[in-house]
Structures are given as C-alpha cells and as structure tokens.
C-alpha cells in the first residue's frame, strides 16, 4: 500500500541555515504530495503541495519539487529563522479518496 | 483556507466516560474527515464523514467507539466514547475544500487527556 517515509529528527540547526528534510514515497500512480506544518501548542497547516511531476511548490521561503524518478518530495529552505521552529509531516494524497497518509514527522529546532 | 473551528480545543476527561467533539467549516463542504495524532505520532485517518451517509470508517477504527454524526455540510461531531488513557490523543478535523484531494485543511485540533 501507499505509504511516507521522512528522515528522523529532531533536526537542529542554527539561525540562517539551510534546511533540508527527506521524504520519500511508495505510491502506484500519480498521488499529490504535502508538507504540513505544526507549531508548538498549534493544529496542522498547509505548508505546500505539489500534484504532479516535477511540479514545485513553494511558501514562505520553503520549497519542494515532485520528483517521480526518486519518489521524493524533500523540503528545503536556504536561510531558516527561529520562528521555522515546528514539526513537519509530509503526506501524500489521492484525489479519489481525499484521504491523507502522513510520514512521522520531523521536528525542527532553529536556535539563534 | 478554509476556517474550521473545533470544540473543545482542550479537555481532561475521566476514564470510562464520553466526549464529543464537534466539528465547524465555514462553507459547505462533501467531504469532512477525522484524524487522531497519539503523542509524539504522526496523524491516522480514523474516518471519512458524507454528510446523508453512514462514516466509512479505517481498519483498527469502529463505531461503537468512535460514532461520527454529519447531519449537514457545514458541521460533524466525533465521540469518544468509553475513554481510556490510551485514547489521550489530538483529534483533527479536516475537509477537503474543493474536493478535489489536493485542497485539504485541518482544524487547530481538540487534545483530550483522559485520567
């Protein structure tokens, strides 16, 4: 079945650095893929998506690109700020359905 | 974005009793669903909501113990029935605002605590 695999954290970085966090998938076909962010205390938002190959999505200083050749949808941002400080969950989604399988999440810590 | 507002956002319940959560979108939506977050985890489906349906619930998630109620397209409500700490968890709603699976937001949560 269709499932999310994201690198383990927690992920520490200083002030300023770049930031990648790997996710990867098993799917058949064409899901759509997600980054969802929670801050501390928060509910689950929408970071950015991606709904077919080779798409980017971006938000926020943040980005992703589709890439079905690797099955990977790594998030990535040059310059993080303490206030990136959060989990992040990549998911993945079939239109069909609507319904989302989520990796385990990565959390970040940004300290200044 | 869709506004969705969850009730209560916060609660600490006996064991062996019910919560209900409920469940507010700002505009008619189809389809309405509902995930469960146990600590330090990641977010599991435990059912999708129609409204003029029966809940399609995941495998490991029954009605008994978690009946869902969808009686319009702007409102559901979970309930937790039967509380055991094992069920302290974030319970989110999410909807899918254009239906078209790639447009799906999430309510702030309700994080129940049960003792």
């Known amino acids: 079945g269709d499932s999310v695999t994201q690198m383990e954290g927690p992920v520490t970085l200083s002030e300023e650095a770049f930031l990648t966090i790997n996710c990867t998938y098993t799917a058949t076909g064409y899901p759509s893929l997600f980054w969802y962010v929670q801050y501390p205390g928060e509910g689950l938002q929408l970071l950015l998506k991606a709904t077919k190959a080779d798409d980017k999505g971006s938000n926020k200083g943040f980005e992703a690109t589709y890439r079905k050749e690797t099955t990977s949808f790594h998030l990535e941002k040059g310059s993080v700020q303490v206030s990136d400080s959060a989990v992040y969950f990549c998911a993945l989604g079939r239109g069909a359905t609507n319904k989302l399988i989520f990796g385990t999440g990565t959390l970040l810590a940004v300290q200044p | 974005s869709a506004v969705i507002s969850q009730k209560p956002s916060r609660d600490i319940c006996q064991r062996g009793t019910s919560l209900t959560i409920q469940c507010q979108v700002d505009s008619q939506v189809t389809m309405m669903f509902w995930y469960r977050q146990q600590p330090g985890q990641s977010l599991t489906l435990i059912a999708t909501?129609?409204?003029?349906?029966?809940?399609?619930?995941e495998s490991g998630f029954v009605i008994d113990k978690f009946p869902i109620s969808r009686p319009n397209l702007t409102f559901s409500t979970l309930t937790v029935s039967n509380m055991s700490p094992e069920d302290s968890s974030i319970y989110l709603c999410?909807?899918?605002?254009?239906?078209?699976?790639?447009?799906?937001?999430f309510g702030e949560g309700s994080w129940l605590t049960v003792v």
């Open positions: 999410s909807v899918d605002r254009q239906g078209s699976g790639n447009t799906i937001y």
């Open positions: 909501a129609n409204q003029g349906s029966e809940a399609t619930y």
